[in-house]
């Protein structure tokens, strides 16, 4: 049987083929067109092998061009009629004769009954070799001689040096010439340029140009002097179509930071490459799992991912979508993130610089300073509806945050937790948050957050109280701060190489300062205390601006500034509040009114320059300036001092002036008898409230013929659990029954009841009824129901004066009682009458009248009285 070299090469050229695509599809060599030689063949080559010839070699030409060229050393024709080939070469040139492809082989048998040629051991081919430089040299690199440094085609010979030649290694390669199908079982081998590749099975289409690989594909090497790999369950090259299909495929980038063990890798269950008409793939499309892997272990997870690269294979940009998860499991760093979809750009080289993240953005991330228990930890958390990432490369190629730009109900989470216990948090939200990041260490910490509108920042103290405010705007500044500083290099524990500065594990970002800006906000919830039945009431303030001091832990409030805490609200123009203890001080036009929201009681209410607030003690200090004191009033009475000091709590007050040997710089007014004549004010008007009173005050003008008590001293200590108010340093009190100066004064006020009368005395004492405030209780409020005065008492009454060492006043009967020592009885001087001295005087208000008491001892011990009327003529 004989066998015509035309089948031969034709046989030689499918198989070829095959082994050419294949590795086009992985390496990007898409010029190779080998089975368009096989219809370029001519029908007859004109040469007739019989039984044995040796040294066979036909090359074809065309308009002076050599296409091919086949060489056989021996062709043996078998006594079962199929041929067996030997030391086989097949030469192919381009069309452009710019490349020179070689395939070759051993031994080959060809069935002409059955249409099949099987090569019997290996089968090589290189692809790319340098071209001959004449018809001479073609001849004799088909025959398999030495040229240019390829060196022979015997077995164990076929390396190159030249890097742009491709060599394929494949046995038990079928050709079926009646299906136009080239097959094999076996592995396929490849390598070019420091790239190997390999494949168990493979077959061929002559018809489609489409070739399948069954199984374990693999493609590893060097990319960008990196280690690279490449596998897959199965491949589909479509080389008409430009597009490959991988099954289950992974690529793996192995870095220097991995230690040789697997780096960043990208896999999916299904994956189509868009290819160049050069073979390099220009647009990948993935589903089924989608997953990249970070060097750390990190991993991205989608249903779906695109993505697109340039002619360098540098990826350009990628999309993830279907509902994207990010995990990271690491030693030392915890993190979880989850968005709808994912956009990433890149630069030339392949960096990611920018990402955006949409649909209900969620990302979370916590570190250790080591994998100690007892080590503090800090964590970040991140939701919005878009975010909006800026990356950077720093010079070893790691990825940097930079810029974080999150919209749509974006919040901000921060939480350090201390060694000791306790933890610390940082809230902020807006309808945008930019936060600006930097590099220290080996990690990204926050610098600055900006926020537009509808901004929000909470804290809360590592002792559970908790600070909000919200604003229009709002602008934040982070300090890392490391944990465990001054750490020397070493093992950290887990296997983890511990880094040589003060931020291993990624140290902590802590809030420094914030200012937020119109509209603003703020409350304060204090811990509740042991032993309170009550839970703490929420403190509440409003401004223009609100600056928070992370260092001293403090807030000032400019601009309109409002308090209120249920009992007490607050204005002014500054004020600045300690977040820890809730104490504060206010500047500029103070106002408080004290008093449960819905009493029907009058608030106290206080005007002064400034105030400093103690939280826990509810104690208040007020301060005036000169020519304007602090005033505290509460209905017709008041109290103006340049120091005020109300204990809210226990209700009680201190007045006094600046420094020691202060004048009488405290001045009183006070009810001596009447209804009550407050005026009708709203708790937010106190300055109409002052004028108001100080009407009442001056005209003395009230319901029931109200009396008003002015008292000047140098200080003033009032209790309205007592119902009594302590002027000393020298007191004057000021009456519509006269002035009374004197060392010491205490008023005592009635115990009022709304509704009551009180009746003492009869009508020759010139006593009235007195009706009673309806103000019980009020702070200051309620008549006078008497005075105790001592030392030094003067008192001057319209047409007489006294004096004497102690006074006592009665408002119920209108009764003065006078009293003095052995040296210093009391006396009244009268214009008309002269003067009265006694042990004790009696005298009324309004009433000329004066009873003289004189006490003393006889020998038997009785006590003589003798009264002396003393009544002035009509």
């Known amino acids: 049987m004989s066998i015509s070299v035309e089948r031969l090469r034709i046989w030689l050229l499918v198989g070829a083929g095959l082994l050419v695509v294949v590795i086009a599809a992985f390496l990007g060599y898409a010029h190779y067109r080998a089975h368009r030689f096989l219809t370029d063949l001519p029908k007859k080559l004109g040469i007739d092998i019989r039984r044995e010839t040796n040294n066979v070699t036909y090359s074809q030409s065309v308009q002076g061009r050599t296409i091919y060229t086949i060489h056989a050393a021996k062709a043996v024709e078998r006594q079962d009629g199929k041929m067996t080939l030997h030391d086989v070469g097949i030469v192919l040139y381009g069309r452009k004769q710019d490349r020179t492809d070689r395939i070759y082989g051993s031994e080959f048998e060809y069935d002409q009954t059955a249409g099949v040629v099987r090569a019997e051991g290996e089968v090589h081919i290189d692809l790319q070799a340098p071209q001959a430089s004449d018809a001479n040299a073609k001849n004799d690199y088909a025959a398999g001689k030495d040229l240019q440094g390829l060196g022979s085609h015997a077995a164990g010979e076929h390396e190159t040096k030249d890097d742009r030649l491709i060599h394929v290694t494949t046995s038990g390669l079928v050709f079926l010439q009646k299906l136009g199908v080239a097959a094999t079982d076996k592995d396929i081998e490849f390598a070019s340029g420091g790239m190997t590749g390999h494949a168990v099975g493979a077959d061929y289409n002559s018809d489609t140009g489409v070739v399948v690989l069954h199984s374990a594909v693999r493609v590893n090497g060097l990319q960008h002097d990196r280690p690279v790999m490449l596998t897959a369950s199965h491949a589909i090259l479509d080389r008409p179509g430009q597009t490959m299909v991988l099954s289950q495929a992974k690529y793996v980038s192995v870095g220097e930071q991995t230690g040789g063990g697997e780096g960043r890798t990208a896999a999916a269950q299904h994956v189509v490459v868009h290819l160049r008409s050069d073979g390099t793939a220009e647009r990948v499309e993935a589903d089924g799992e989608v997953t990249l892997t970070g060097a750390a ?125 306790g933890t610390t948090r940082s809230e902020m939200s807006g309808d945008v948050l930019t936060a600006h990041f930097v590099r220290i260490g080996d990690a990204d910490h926050i610098a600055e957050v900006h926020g537009d509108g509808h901004t929000a920042l909470r804290r809360v103290s590592a002792t559970g109280v908790v600070n909000t405010s919200s604003g229009d705007s709002m602008v934040a500044h982070f300090r890392p701060v490391p944990n465990g500083a001054g750490r020397e290099s070493g093992t950290t524990g887990k296997g983890q190489q511990g880094k040589n500065d003060s931020f291993g594990g990624g140290g902590k970002d802590e809030l420094t300062d914030a200012v937020e800006q119109a509209h603003v906000v703020v409350t304060r919830l204090p811990v509740r205390k042991p032993g309170d039945a009550a839970a703490p009431t929420e403190e509440r303030a409003t401004a223009e601006r609100a600056a928070y001091d992370g260092e001293l832990e403090r807030t000032t409030l400019t601009g309109n500034v409002q308090l209120s805490n249920g009992t007490s609200v607050l204005w002014a123009d500054r004020v600045v509040t300690e977040q820890q203890t809730g104490d504060a001080t206010a500047n500029g036009s103070v106002k408080v009114s ?279 003529r009509q």
């Not at 989608?302 to 030693?331: I, T």
């Not at 319209?798 to 020592?821: C, H, I, K, N, W």
């Open 297 to 421: 272990g990190g991993s991205l997870v989608a249903p779906r991912g695109e993505a697109v690269f340039n002619a360098q294979n540098q990826p350009q940009s990628a999309v993830m979508s279907g509902g994207v998860k990010y995990v990271a499991d690491e030693p030392l760093r915890q993190a979880q993130g989850a968005a709808g979809e994912a956009h990433m750009a890149f630069d030339k080289k392949g960096h990611p610089e920018h990402a955006v993240m949409t649909g209900a953005v969620h990302l979370r991330e916590r570190l250790w300073a080591s994998d100690a228990a007892t080590e503090p930890w800090n964590e970040r958390e991140l939701n919005a509806g878009t975010v909006d990432l800026a990356l950077a490369a720093d010079s070893a190629g790691k990825t940097l945050l930079r810029d974080v730009k999150a919209t749509g109900d974006a919040r901000l989470k921060a939480e350090n937790a201390a060694a000791k216990g």
């Open 594 to 872: 004290y008093g449960q929201v819905g009493s029907p009681q009058e608030p106290v209410h206080v005007l002064a320059a400034n105030a400093d607030l103690k939280h826990d003690s509810q104690i208040a200090t007020f301060h005036g300036v000169t020519g304007k004191p602090a005033r505290l009033w509460q209905g017709a009475s008041q109290v103006d001092a340049p120091v005020l000091q109300f204990d809210q709590k226990e209700r009680r007050l201190l007045a006094h002036g600046e420094g020691q040997g202060a004048p009488m710089a405290v001045h009183t007014v006070l009810v001596s008898s009447g209804a009550s004549a407050k005026p009708d004010v709203a708790q937010a008007d106190v300055a109409k409230a002052d004028v108001a009173k100080a009407e009442v005050a001056k005209t003395g003008a009230a319901s029931g013929k109200q009396g008003v008590v002015r008292v000047a001293s140098r200080e003033l200590a009032y209790s309205d659990a007592a119902r009594k108010a302590e002027f000393t340093g020298g007191v004057e009190v000021d009456s519509r029954d006269g002035i009374m100066r004197s060392q010491q004064v205490v008023v005592y006020l009635q115990p009022t009841q709304a509704g009551k009368t009180s009746q003492s005395g009869g009508k020759a004492d010139g006593v009235k009824p007195v009706a009673v405030s309806g103000t019980a209780g009020g702070f200051m409020g309620g008549s006078v129901e008497r005075i105790v005065a001592t030392g030094r008492i003067e008192m001057q009454q319209p047409g007489r004066r006294a004096t004497g060492e102690q006074l006592l006043y009665t408002a119920s009967d209108g009764m003065f009682v006078l009293t003095g020592t052995a040296a210093a009885l009391p006396k009244v001087a009268d214009d008309q009458r002269g003067t009265v001295t006694g042990t004790s005087l009696r005298f009324h208000s309004g009433d000329d009248n004066i009873v003289v008491s004189n006490g003393g001892e006889n020998g038997s011990g009785q006590r003589v009285r003798t009264e002396t009327r003393v009544k002035n």
